[in-house]
């Protein structure tokens, strides 16, 4: 798989694996040896960029922690991968974040972090949600002092507007911005100019809309108890029927590439920029495998520009 920049410097796979679904959001956690094979897997297939936070534990009550299947998958790799893990935020029963980013929480949860993934640093330190009462430039003095000592190579900011990631960066570099952004949801492109000025990479989570974008679900789909899918109207038949057009619109540039639906998805949003880093996120060994194939696939900066007309006709802005 090629290789891309973020930042000051930290080189990753042109696709990363973003490890969230493995044990949270889509039900009960998955076969802790099943996604084990696919992380290791995935290093033989290319990847080398791995994707978890400290609040992905499993909502089946097994308290099946993320960091731990990374970090356990992960550790024959160690020297050949990058981790990216985030802190910063709990989340609140009834919904929504609880924020806490004083000093001496940041470093306790990049401990509890750390030994989980069985490391002695972290590639790329996220704030996972910005606290809209605090300070970013005290948050970035601390990742500053992290980075001197070892303990993390490179910090970024996850959903973010431009005037923090301006704030953060002028504090302490910022390697890289983590934000939505697919066919569908497409709010983040406002960002590009602001991240190319400060040389700083984009990675962007939920690249196929949650697994829209496959073009593998219909109104027949059903999800498993627990899966947030179940309760979005994204999938619901008339949510399908909204967005259908996307969808024949990258099946049929797929047929024309000889290509799958997620990998015209991904390929697309890759082409924008060369620091662009999609992560999309599995539970299926095929899917990593084709997510991960988009070598293969070219789209010219022409067919680029003609998707971009076509969604922007079609209203994709935002719309999942």
């Not at 004083?102 to 993934?117: F, G, H, Q, W």
């Not at 996972?128 to 601390?142: F, K, L, N, Q, T």
């Not at 789909?221 to 619109?249: C, H, N, Y």
């Amino acid at each position: 798989m090629e290789k891309r920049i973020l930042g000051n410097g930290l080189e990753v796979s042109a696709v990363g694996l973003g490890c969230m679904g493995m044990t949270h959001t889509f039900g009960a956690a998955a076969d802790k040896q099943e996604m084990t094979r696919i992380i290791q897997a995935a290093v033989e297939h290319g990847y080398t960029f791995f994707d978890t936070a400290e609040v992905y534990v499993s909502d089946d009550g097994s308290d099946e922690h993320n960091e731990d299947l990374v970090g356990a998958a992960l550790k024959p790799y160690r020297n050949q991968v990058k981790i990216a893990t985030k802190f910063g935020i709990a989340f609140k029963p009834s919904g929504g974040f609880i924020y806490d980013t004083r000093p001496e929480k940041i470093r306790a949860s990049l401990e509890a972090s750390l030994r989980r993934l069985q490391t002695d640093h972290v590639d790329l330190y996220y704030l996972h949600r910005y606290d809209p009462e605090g300070h970013i430039e005290d948050v970035a003095e601390v990742m500053g002092q992290l980075i001197k000592e070892g303990k993390i190579l490179h910090w970024g900011l996850s959903t973010v507007t431009e005037d923090v990631i301006r704030c953060a960066h002028a504090a302490c570099p910022v390697t890289a911005i983590q934000n939505i952004y697919s066919m569908l949801e497409r709010d983040t492109e406002s960002l590009l100019p602001v991240l190319e000025e400060l040389h700083i990479g984009l990675v962007t989570h939920c690249p196929l809309a949650k697994g829209f974008l496959t073009a593998a679900y219909d109104k027949h789909s059903i999800f498993p108890e627990g899966d947030w899918r179940g309760r979005m109207e994204l999938f619901t038949e008339g949510g399908i029927q909204k967005r259908q057009a996307v969808l024949d619109l990258i099946q049929s540039k797929a047929r024309e590439k000889n290509a799958t639906p997620a990998q015209i998805s991904l390929v697309w949003l890759m082409g924008k920029k060369p620091w662009i880093v999609p992560i999309p996120g599995t539970r299926k060994m095929e899917r990593m495998i084709e997510n991960g194939g988009e070598a293969e696939v070219h789209l010219t900066e022409g067919e680029i520009a003609e998707i971009d007309r076509a969604l922007d006709d079609l209203g994709c802005t935002g719309m999942a």
